[in-house]
């Protein structure tokens, strides 16, 4: 099933774009694009996202993993996409049960 509506939290402008393109030759219906955490916490506030594809090191004061933590109420599957593959990291990632992980 291809979900309809998929937030993307990504602040490399090349990377979001690429990942929409993909997303976009999938079928996803409606992609959105968070550069930041502030933004993306607002717009999870407001929207009902299908998907999260979230990256972990992203602008503001809290990182990815941060903000899925606030969002894990709102039972919102969440793909992790980072570049990081230190055991911490991966060990934050787990921790919250996502939906994925893509290593960029």
């Known amino acids: 099933m291809t979900p309809k509506n998929v937030l993307i939290v ?7 774009r690429y990942i929409e393109g993909v997303l976009t030759q999938l079928g ?3 992609i959105t694009i968070a550069v930041s955490a502030t933004e993306a916490l607002e717009l999870i506030t407001h ?3 299908d998907l999260i594809l979230m990256d972990i090191n992203i ?9 899925a ?14 570049a990081y593959s230190d055991k911490e990291t991966l060990d934050s990632i787990y ?3 996502p ?6």
């Open 10 to 16: 990504e602040d490399e402008s090349i990377t979001a």
């Open 69 to 82: 933590k606030t969002v894990l109420d709102c039972a919102i599957p969440i793909i992790f996409i980072t």
């Open 95 to 97: 921790e919250l049960v």
């Open 47 to 49: 929207t009902k996202f």
């Open 28 to 30: 996803v219906l409606k």
């Open 59 to 67: 602008k503001g004061p809290i990182d990815g993993i941060q903000v």
């Open 99 to 104: 939906y994925g992980f893509i290593r960029k």
